[in-house]
């Protein structure tokens, strides 16, 4: 089998195991058990486990940059934003195994972010930016961007929220619905302080 076939049956193997059993059950062991390769070659492949994830992870970035591009657009910015943030919520919910091992990537400050990874982080934020910019058009661009970053980082925060049910106890509101409030009381707090 050539090499490229390998790494996709690999990829392929190793994201149905973490969406039907979660990231804890990808090993390379199992991998190897799932995809009739030897450990070896998994390496061989990838040279390690974390390379392994970051590929995944990669292709987790990428589906939820398609989703959000097919978004979509209106005449009030304000709807569009919301579809946006439902767009975001409905892919965490859906692939919420592989968003997690995703979130967690980003929890080990020890990381350092390729530059490969970091610009399909900022192809998302650009699209945060464009649904900001047509909200709040007279801010200028680093302000702009850095509102962006800060909303993106939110959501990303928020998501921890929405793929873990062990706070659900603390409220009766749809988590769906608490991200909505946020969404919009964040932009209506930029619009009125770009105002002022």
Known sequence: ???DNIQNLLIHIGRKIVKEKGASALTARKLSEASNCSVGAIYNQFANMDNYILVQNYLTLDELHEKLQKVIKTDNPFIDMNAFLQTFV???????NLWFMLYN???NSKRQFSFYYLRKVASIVRIVNNHIEKIVPTMNPPE???SSQILWLTLVSLSAFLTNDSLNGLSKINKTTICRILLDTYLAGITVLEKN
């Open 1 to 3: 089998m050539e090499k």
């Open 144 to 146: 702009r961007m850095l």
């Open 90 to 96: 409905k892919y965490v919910l859906e692939n919420n």
């Open 105 to 107: 990537y980003h929890l």
